[in-house]
């Protein structure tokens, strides 16, 4: 079964750092999505990405977020320079539309440590 | 803008009975499907069911099963013969289908304990 794939499993990285997170999402999908998930939280919506571009985006993702599709299998976030309050769960998903086509499927999330 | 609740943030059921998990919403929108994910220790987002609004009967997969209240807005999840491996963070989460804004809404999550 096709499924999202997302590397590293764990990242630590120091305060100010820049820090990428990578994606495969599947093959045949056309939307992804960035969440987050501070531990024992909600999950918070960060950023959709459709037609290489950003169809959408939270409060949470300013100037330091961004998001790139660099070569039409990989989707990144990037995080500028880390602050403590970056630490956390970041999930990746991506979907299709369409009523056939609506659940979302995530990966396994990259645990964010930022020290 | 569309909200999801949560209003348990903690519920236990002894193995092998039912146990219901709530979850209502808030939309002006018409066309829109709802989902439950399982998040288990390993954080893994994991698809349990979804429902498609313009459709009356509720959906069921195995020993999953929900209440769709289109009209109250509510939508919840029962679970049967609740089993050891069912002990998890469940998420209730909206899509809307009518217009570009795509994302899944969670709610805040209800951690299910699943007691020998």
């Known amino acids: 079964e096709p499924e999202v794939t997302q590397t590293p499993s764990h990242q630590v990285t120091q305060m100010g750092q820049e820090v990428i997170l990578r994606c495969v999402p599947i093959?045949?999908?056309?939307?992804f999505y960035w969440y987050r998930q501070i531990l024992g939280q909600k999950v918070e919506f960060l950023v959709s990405f459709y037609n290489n571009e950003i169809s959408e985006k939270s409060e949470i993702f300013d100037d330091q977020f961004s998001v790139e599709r660099p070569d039409g299998s990989n989707f990144t976030l990037k995080i500028r320079s880390t602050k403590l309050e970056d630490s956390a769960m970041y999930f990746c998903a991506s979907s299709n539309r369409g009523r056939l086509n609506t659940e979302a499927f995530f990966g396994q999330g990259t645990r964010l440590t930022v020290v | 803008a569309q909200t999801v609740t949560q209003s348990q943030p903690e519920m236990s059921v002894q193995e092998a009975e039912t146990v219901t998990l709530s979850c209502t919403y808030d939309t002006s929108e018409s066309d829109y499907y709802l989902f439950w994910y399982k998040q288990p220790p390993s954080r893994q987002m994991i698809l349990v069911i979804r429902q498609e609004a313009y459709k009356q009967q509720n959906a069921t997969e195995n020993r999953f099963s929900v209440n769709f209240q289109k009209a109250a807005k509510s939508f919840s999840l029962k679970i049967s013969d609740s089993q050891l491996g069912d002990a998890a963070m469940y998420f209730c989460?909206?899509?809307?289908?009518?217009?570009?804004?795509?994302?899944?809404?969670f709610g805040k999550g209800t951690r299910l304990h699943i007691l020998p």
């Open positions: 989460a909206y899509r809307s289908l009518m217009n570009r804004d795509d994302k899944i809404i």
């Open positions: 093959s045949n999908h056309l939307y």
